[in-house]
């Protein structure tokens, strides 16, 4: 079984900077993608930032040159670093792998959520 554990989320002020984290664990072949999501009151869920094993990124314009993904293969970690954040920002944050399995193939496993809550 293949679980995520965020950390990092928190009140911060508008300007302001937090670092989300997860750590994958369990037993699996590979961590194929990972990713940030996240869901404000009221709305669905969107993607924040996804990143490939081989390192290729993608962002939503609502956070392009704000937010930076990474990863560390060693570690089996992803990390977000979240800058200039804005009170639109508020959300619940997910985290989210495509795992290859032992035994099951491909799944997508997702985090229990970290709340950041952008405010003065």
């Known amino acids: 079984q293949v679980q995520l554990v965020e950390s990092g989320g928190g009140l911060v002020q508008p300007g302001g900077s937090l670092r989300l984290s997860c750590a994958a664990s369990?037993?699996?072949?590979?961590?194929?993608?990972m990713g940030w999501y996240r869901q404000a009151p009221g709305k669905q869920r969107e993607l924040v930032a996804r990143i490939i094993s081989g390192g290729s990124t993608n962002y939503p314009d609502s956070v392009k040159g704000r937010f930076t993904i990474s990863r560390d293969n060693a570690k089996n970690t992803v990390l977000l670093q979240m800058n200039s954040l804005k009170p639109s920002d508020t959300a619940v944050y997910y985290c989210?792998?495509?795992?290859?399995?032992?035994?099951?193939?491909?799944?997508?496993?997702w985090g229990q959520g970290t709340l950041v809550t952008v405010s003065s």
């Open positions: 369990g037993s699996f072949f590979s961590l194929d993608v």
């Open positions: 989210d792998a495509v795992v290859a399995s032992l035994t099951q193939g491909s799944l997508e496993v």
